[in-house]
C-alpha cells in the first residue's frame, strides 16, 4: 500500500506549455516534501524541497504547491523545455525517520 | 563532485545464486540506502543504513539483507536471487543532519536480471 500516491502516469506536454504533476498522502506526520528528477540512465536528484509551514515554494521554473488541509502537493514546471522530459518522483519523510517515502513516479516528455 | 558509485551498471544472475550488490559513497556521509525501482511502483525502500553495523528494514525487505562493516561502503545481497528480484537497484546516501534539507545523493543503479 503506496503512503504517497501520484499521478498522473506519464504526462505529455508541449514545449512552453505547464507541467503539472500531483501527489498525495496520507500520513500526517510527514514533515518533509521532495522532488527528484531523474534522467535516463542515471539516479534521480533532488529537484525542490517544501516543508508544510509554506504553502507554495518557487525555484526557477519549477514551483511547488502545499495544500496542508487536503494533505496534497504538486510539482509545476512553467514553460516546459524538451531537456524537461525526464521521470519525476515526489517523496516524503517524517521527523525521526531517517528514509524518504516515493510516490510512483510521473515520466513527462516535452514535445518540441 | 560528491558521488555514490554503485559497482556494476548491469548484472545478470541464475535463479538461486547469491548476489552482491555494492555501493561506495566518497562524501562521509552517515546514512546510506538501497531501493529498488520498478515501473508503476516508483522506488521502494529495501533497507537503509545510519551509521557502521547498523542497519533498520525497509517497506521490502524480504529476500534481502544488507552489510556495512565501513562508513563508505553499504553492500546488499540477495540470498538466493529470483526472478522477481529483476529490478533496478538504487543506492544512495545522506548526511544524518541534512534529510531535511540536501536530500539524498543517488548512484547510478544496478538494473539486475535473474534468469
Given at each position: 500500500?503506496?503512503q504517497?500516491?501520484?499521478?498522473?502516469?506519464?504526462?505529455?506536454?508541449q514545449k512552453?506549455?505547464i507541467?503539472?504533476?500531483?501527489c498525495?498522502y496520507?500520513n500526517?506526520?510527514?514533515?518533509y516534501?521532495?522532488?527528484?528528477q531523474q534522467?535516463?540512465g542515471k539516479g534521480?536528484?533532488l529537484l525542490i524541497?517544501?516543508?508544510?509551514?509554506?504553502?507554495?515554494?518557487?525555484?526557477?521554473r519549477?514551483?511547488?504547491?502545499f495544500?496542508k488541509?487536503?494533505k496534497?502537493f504538486?510539482?509545476?514546471?512553467m514553460?516546459?523545455q524538451?531537456?524537461?522530459?525526464?521521470?519525476?518522483?515526489?517523496?516524503?519523510s517524517?521527523a525521526g525517520?531517517?528514509a524518504?517515502?516515493?510516490?510512483?513516479?510521473?515520466?513527462?516528455q516535452?514535445q518540441? | 563532485?560528491v558521488?555514490?558509485?554503485?559497482?556494476?551498471r548491469?548484472l545478470v544472475k541464475?535463479t538461486?545464486e547469491?548476489?552482491f550488490?555494492?555501493?561506495?559513497?566518497?562524501?562521509d556521509?552517515?546514512?546510506?540506502?538501497?531501493?529498488?525501482?520498478?515501473p508503476g511502483?516508483?522506488?521502494?525502500l529495501?533497507y537503509f543504513?545510519?551509521?557502521?553495523?547498523?542497519?533498520e528494514?525497509?517497506?521490502?525487505?524480504?529476500?534481502?539483507s544488507?552489510?556495512r562493516?565501513?562508513k563508505?561502503?553499504f553492500?546488499?545481497i540477495?540470498e538466493?536471487?529470483?526472478t522477481?528480484?529483476?529490478s533496478m537497484y538504487l543506492?544512495?546516501?545522506?548526511?544524518a543532519r541534512d534529510l531535511p534539507?540536501?536530500?539524498?545523493?543517488f548512484?547510478?543503479?544496478?538494473?539486475?536480471?535473474?534468469?
Amino acid at each position: 500500500q503506496q503512503q504517497v500516491k501520484q499521478s498522473p502516469q506519464s504526462l505529455i506536454v508541449q514545449k512552453g506549455g505547464i507541467s503539472i504533476i500531483n501527489c498525495a498522502y496520507e500520513n500526517t506526520a510527514f514533515d518533509y516534501f521532495p522532488w527528484y528528477q531523474q534522467f535516463p540512465g542515471k539516479g534521480p536528484a533532488l529537484l525542490i524541497a517544501i516543508r508544510p509551514d509554506v504553502s507554495e515554494k518557487k525555484e526557477g521554473r519549477f514551483t511547488i504547491s502545499f495544500n496542508k488541509s487536503a494533505k496534497q502537493f504538486s510539482l509545476h514546471i512553467m514553460d516546459s523545455q524538451p531537456g524537461d522530459s525526464a521521470t519525476y518522483f515526489c517523496a516524503a519523510s517524517k521527523a525521526g525517520r531517517r528514509a524518504l517515502t516515493f510516490g510512483s513516479g510521473t515520466r513527462l516528455q516535452v514535445q518540441p | 563532485d560528491v558521488k555514490v558509485t554503485q559497482s556494476s551498471r548491469y548484472l545478470v544472475k541464475r535463479t538461486g545464486e547469491k548476489v552482491f550488490l555494492e555501493c561506495v559513497q566518497d562524501m562521509d556521509h552517515e546514512n546510506m540506502f538501497w531501493y529498488r525501482q520498478d515501473p508503476g511502483l516508483g522506488l521502494r525502500l529495501i533497507y537503509f543504513s545510519y551509521d557502521v553495523k547498523m542497519k533498520e528494514k525497509g517497506d521490502i525487505p524480504e529476500g534481502y539483507s544488507v552489510s556495512r562493516e565501513k562508513k563508505e561502503r553499504f553492500s546488499l545481497i540477495l540470498e538466493s536471487a529470483s526472478t522477481n528480484q529483476t529490478s533496478m537497484y538504487l543506492c544512495a546516501s545522506s548526511f544524518a543532519r541534512d534529510l531535511p534539507r540536501g536530500g539524498y545523493t543517488f548512484g547510478s543503479g544496478t538494473r539486475l536480471t535473474v534468469v
